[in-house]
């Protein structure tokens, strides 16, 4: 499906590679998606030599759910550090809770869940109601002060998950294909209609910041150890794989990921793994401007970044 037309001028991606060869990989990448009618920020970055290769690095986008990877280790650091216990039960009752599809989210009745798994269902399935009641023990404020702590400037976390579909029911009510119609008409505006997805009130991150934050993860080199151990399992157990992983299905590749999705933005960061040791750190940030809820291609173009950016840096 061809780019919609937007009446403004085309856009130039800023490209970040460290050759020729990588850069020309960069720029297949951005033109696909551009084909597809995607704007994007993409990243991908090998953990341990720094080598990259993307564009649009830079560019701060609404996470969704990829917010998420930061409140995970902001909760697990204070596992570690014995401020939090994983086993304290936490109940979650779906008259108050969070809006999702998934987890904790779609249950009817209520449930009791340890910190710990309340972690594990963030990550693993993306559950809304498990991360805002994890944000009811380590608050939004919190969270945010770990990353500006742990030199994460350019993350920012400034709301609730569940403030998303509030703040798309506030202008579109039930009318869940107007709020979508709405956010990519704003996406060319530049006007915000739903303010989580304006950049000056939004859940925020850039593909620099998210690889660097990644990249220090991997490495052992941000918050405790063990807190930076118990983000990569969880990461490891998520079970969607239609986006980074799509593409790089082998016995001899590990995909740790977390996606966001919420109107026309879909993303996914995560850790790419292989028996031979090579490790590349990617993020995927994509806005469509396509009035549609479903996008199996997107999903698919971005797991094809993935395998090319991966291939390009491991050889």
């Not at 009446?7 to 800023?14: L, N, Q, S, T, Y």
């Not at 449930?111 to 380590?138: H, R």
């Amino acid at each position: 499906m061809s780019a919609p037309a937007t009446g403004g001028p085309a856009h130039r991606p800023v490209f970040t590679a460290d050759d020729g060869a990588l850069l020309d990989v960069a720029e297949t990448i951005a033109a696909d998606w551009a084909g597809l009618g995607i704007r994007g920020s993409f990243l991908a970055r090998d953990v341990d030599t720094g080598v990259q290769l993307g564009f649009d690095t830079d560019t701060p986008v609404p996470l969704a759910s990829v917010v998420k990877v930061p409140l995970a280790l902001a909760v697990l650091e204070r596992v570690a550090a014995g401020e939090l216990d994983a086993a304290r039960p936490v109940t979650v009752d779906p008259a108050t809770s969070s809006v999702g599809s998934a987890g904790l989210s779609a249950f009817r009745h209520p449930a009791t869940v340890a910190v710990g798994d309340l972690v594990l269902l963030m990550l693993s399935v993306s559950d809304n109601a498990a991360a805002d009641a994890l944000l009811d023990l380590v608050p939004v404020d919190a969270v945010d002060a770990s990353l500006r702590a742990w030199g994460c400037p350019d993350i920012r976390m400034r709301h609730r998950l569940n403030r998303l579909y509030e703040c798309a029911a506030g202008v579109a009510g039930d009318d869940f294909s107007l709020a979508l119609e709405l956010a990519v008409r704003d996406e060319h505006s530049g006007r915000h209609t739903i303010g989580t997805l304006d950049p000056a009130h939004a859940n925020l991150g850039t593909a620099r910041s998210l690889v660097d934050l990644l990249q220090r993860v991997w490495r052992d080199e941000i918050a405790h150890p063990e807190a930076t151990a118990g983000l990569r399992r969880a990461m490891g157990l998520q079970v969607y794989t239609q986006r980074l992983s799509s593409d790089l299905r082998a016995d001899t590749l590990r995909v740790s990921g977390k996606t966001g999705t919420f109107l026309h933005l879909r993303h996914e960061v995560g850790v790419v793994e292989a028996a031979s040791g090579h490790r590349v750190a990617l993020a995927a940030l994509t806005r469509s401007g396509r009035r549609a809820a479903l996008a199996p291609d997107i999903d698919l173009a971005i797991g094809t970044a993935a395998r090319h950016a991966f291939e390009a840096l491991r050889d």
